[in-house]
């Protein structure tokens, strides 16, 4: 089992950088693939980034590609997501999720078997 707590979230403007970050306790973080996902007030939850095992492969979302960039750190036992050029509509909360099972970067949010408790990414206009 794996607890994941997020950090890293605040208010920025439009056109700033956060970058978000995602620790992982537990044994054998590099068994798990890591995902962010996110989700907006009355919408439902999206993937965003996801990443292997291994850090060797990664997966975005259409409409963060070239601007965010998701990366691990196994040493460390940690997961980031950079993320530039932020506009208004990627506020969200974020999340953090870890998938024990599949070795390559998935999107399907039901692969993933442990979920931190989000941090909020605000960006005004």
């Known amino acids: 089992q794996v607890q994941l707590v997020e950090s890293g979230g605040g208010l920025v403007q439009t056109g700033d950088s956060l970058r978000l970050s995602c620790a992982a306790s537990?044994?054998?973080?590099?068994?798990?693939?890591m995902g962010w996902f996110r989700q907006a007030p009355g919408k439902e939850r999206e993937f965003v980034a996801a990443i292997s095992r291994s850090g060797g492969s990664t997966l975005y979302t259409d409409s963060v590609k070239g601007r965010y960039t998701i990366s691990r750190d196994n040493a460390k036992n940690m997961v980031y997501l950079q993320m530039n050029s932020l506009k208004p509509e990627d506020t969200a909360v974020y999340y953090c999720?870890?998938?024990?099972?599949?070795?390559?970067?998935?999107?399907?949010?039901?692969?993933?078997?442990?979920w931190g408790q989000g941090t909020q990414v605000t960006v005004s206009s």
């Open positions: 999720a870890a998938d024990r099972r599949l070795t390559s970067p998935t999107m399907l949010s039901y692969e993933y078997d442990y």
């Open positions: 537990g044994r054998s973080f590099t068994a798990y693939a």
